[in-house]
């Protein structure tokens, strides 16, 4: 960044892991002014104090309302901004949106300046997305386990059977079924304490 | 179509008719499957309707005439073939700024004149005393509410823009600033007053069927090229939510309505605060005072689903005045074209001659009566506006 200085960006998210993510992605990427914030209450004030020249913000963020205040002309507004949208190219509105980051730009900077930051926003939150979904999953087969263990238990009290035996009869009743062994092992679970 | 419909709903009790649509299985009963999506903020509501994330959504009727005009975002032509909700709003003040006004005021306390008289007093002994202006929290820049809430306090020479703060808030955070004392009042739908005057920390003050008897709230938002495709779909859509509405205004129906409307997934209070706006008998004072009114929440008596484009007038007119767009024939035009009437007359199979279904007057507590015909005479009138250029 020599010619034009690096501009200074605001990420307002309530998530510090997403916020770190992208904040790390951004410095890699040369832009070195970043700034965080997580605290909501009196937030144009906050970010009046850093005076951005971008904000990025999350979806999931109800605050998002409160940046809309920035487009209107009135005495609380000191720099007006406008939301980033390109006309010309719509796939990248619907990319941020579906991604759930949104970007909002001090009016009058070059489109070609915010681009390339708005993309790698993108990209972070789809990273993040993803990671937060491997980890629901690991969650979910890490309790299954627990409870398929539970079930195999009460089979093989009840129904005298081996450990092998009863793995087998919860997956192929799964099968049948089609559910997940999961779900068996579950139902097996409320039977057996129903009928305790 | 292909798949469910999905459509957006902030959680708010003028949602009811849509959300009773569908749980109720008025949808389904017209052949509509639908997936209610629950969302956080109005941007998105609006951005994910624009570029067909939703195929329809509940929304602020001032939003659905900017995305028309392209006002503060990019522009796309939404109709909304029924209305969600006339009024249902309030205005909610801390209990320091309450004595305030109740010290300073000369008359009946629901008139809205004397207490917007009693607020330009206690701005001018505030601003005497070196005081900061009061904070008034509100929904959107494009809200029934910032309009209603800068109708009332400029009747009585209150600049909302120069002698006190607007500022927008997302509405579960409006009690939160209340309490905290970053804002000293805030405009809001339900249930968002009565959760405040329950917690001790507010005073409704008003309800917005003070200062205006009949205003257009929120839309069943369509965009403009979806409803020329799929005709259809939005005919049954009407249909489900004039019956979802009819169904609500029952009072037999009222406590199912309300059961309905307080699960988690939908607006998340308790169902006895949901019943309070349905009926419109609200607790206005910690105290316990009581506040019965027949025109707090219209859902669906009054002919009050059906699109009045004199209503989008009306909301257009307090854009130009309040200086977010200017003055123009043609987006008066596009403003009032928003409001569909035509759709909602075929889809219940009402012949479109019967004007005099909707309509009615505005009843506005201060200011001319109302005229489309002549917006620039109407907007002369007021004393106190920002309009542009």
Known sequence: MSAEQSPKIVIVDES???????????????????????????????????????????????????????????????????????????????????AGVSAYIVDGLKKERIKPILDLC???FNAFAKLQEELERTKSQLEDRKIIERAKGILMRVKGLTEDEAYVLMRSTAMREKKKIGEIAQSIITASEMLK | MTGPLRIGFIPLVDAAALIVAVDKGFTAAEGLEVELVREVSWSNVRDKLNIGLFDAAH????????????????????????????????????PPLHAALMEEIDGDRFDPMVTAKALSRVVAKRRKAGAEPLTFGMTFPFSTHNYQLRFWMAAAGVDPDEDVRLVVLPPPYM?????????????????????????????????????????????????????????????????????????????????????????????????????????????????????????YLLVGREGAGRPDPVQAAWLYAQMVRWGQTALSEAALRTAMGVFRPDLYDAAVGQSGSAKDVSGGPFGAFAGP??????????????EVAHRTR
């Open chain 2, 369 to 382: 009566g109302f005229d489309p015909q002549d917006l620039a005479g109407y907007l002369a009138s007021f």
């Open chain 2, 175 to 295: 009690v939160d600033s209340l309490a905290s004392g970053h804002v000293d009042a805030f405009c809001v739908g339900a249930p968002w007053n009565s959760v405040a005057v329950d917690l001790g920390i507010g005073h409704i003050l008003h309800f917005v069927s003070d200062i205006l008897v009949r205003a257009a709230e929120k839309v069943l938002a369509v965009r403009q090229t979806w409803a020329e495709k799929n005709p259809d779909v939005v005919a049954a859509l009407v249909r489900a939510a004039v019956k979802a509405a009819e169904f609500i205004e029952h009072p037999e129906n009222r406590d199912e309505a309300a059961q309905i409307l307080a699960q988690p997934e939908r607006i998340g209070v308790d169902a006895e605060v949901i019943q309070r706006t349905l009926g419109g008998r609200l607790k206005i004072s910690p105290d316990g005072t009581l506040r019965e009114s027949g025109r």
């Open chain 1, 122 to 124: 993108v990209s972070r």
């Open chain 2, 59 to 94: 929304l602020l009727a001032p939003v659905a005439i900017a995305s028309s005009l392209g006002l503060g975002h990019v522009k796309v032509p939404i109709a909304a073939p029924f209305n969600l909700g006339i009024n249902g709003n309030a205005i909610t003040v801390s």
């Open chain 1, 16 to 98: 510090p892991i997403r916020a770190a993510i992208l904040e790390e992605g951004l410095r890699e990427a040369g832009f070195t002014q970043v700034v965080h914030i997580s605290e909501m209450q009196s937030l144009l004030a906050r970010i009046y104090a850093v005076d951005p020249d971008i904000i990025l913000i999350d979806l999931e963020n109800p605050s998002r309302d409160v940046l809309e205040q920035m487009f209107q002309v009135s005495r609380a507004v000191r720099r007006p901004i406008a939301m980033f949208v390109d006309q010309s190219d719509s796939a990248s509105i619907q990319a941020s949106v579906e």
